[in-house]
């Protein structure tokens, strides 16, 4: 091979390999009920932001918080409700300066069409509820509120199913395995198959469904990630979760 040539692939090997050096993973640990709205936000931010690449881990907010206590490594925490977040910054794995609300929802049962729920009472007369384990699953936690303000709660112990994160709940009731679920409007808008929304629990009966976001410490040292997190307040990322079914401020 001619000298030249093997000079230029030595230069092309280098400036690939600077190329390389350069990128950036940001890492995001999200409630899964944002799948859609936030894969759809970080691949926006990636296109506008050469060099930077996101791995996303998504699941119960609970189990996320727990895995990034044990070293999982995340930049950027996106929960389904304040508890969690609070634990990684109690626990000095978060940056409370960067802690802000990313959206709200709404709490709703659904299940099949022919069913008539017009309030709490009404769910006495189901056989089968699934809600999301209320020690992970902000969704669950919200439900077991509801259903204590109620009133309803001890008579319901036996009747409720479950499930690991609110999407599996959606699958249940989509399924036929249970009568109603208790899942987030989102959710039953955009992914419910077999079911529809029935009743839209009253906020004062649990906190209002807030989805907050954080940086971890390492994130927080990471301009990218810095960056990323101004990126969703703004009015264009906005726009994409009202798309999504989420209410902004």
Known sequence: MPVISRIVLIGL????????????????????????SVTELSDLFQKRTPGVTFKKNFGASGALARQIEAGAPADLFFAANNEWVDYLIKKKLADEKSAGVFAYNQLVVAGKPGLKISSMQDLLKLNRIAIGSPKSVPAGEYAM????????????????IMARDVRECLLYADRGEVDAAFVYKTDALL?????????IVPEQLHERVT????????????????????????????AVLTRHGFEVR
């Not at 350069?22 to 995001?28: G, N, P, R």
């Not at 509120?145 to 409720?160: H, P, R, V, Y």
């Not at 992914?191 to 009743?199: A, E, G």
């Open 13 to 36: 090997f280098i400036l690939s390999s600077a190329r390389s050096s350069m990128a950036t993973e940001i890492s995001l640990s999200v409630a899964a009920s944002l799948r859609e």
């Open 145 to 160: 509120t509801a259903f204590q303000k109620s009133g309803i709660d001890k008579q319901l112990e036996k009747k409720l």
């Open 191 to 199: 992914f419910s198959k077999q079911t529809r929304i029935l009743y």
């Open 211 to 238: 989805y907050p976001m954080v940086l971890t410490v390492a994130g927080s040292k990471k301009a990218e990630a810095v960056a990323f997190i101004r990126f969703l307040a703004s009015p264009e990322a906005k």
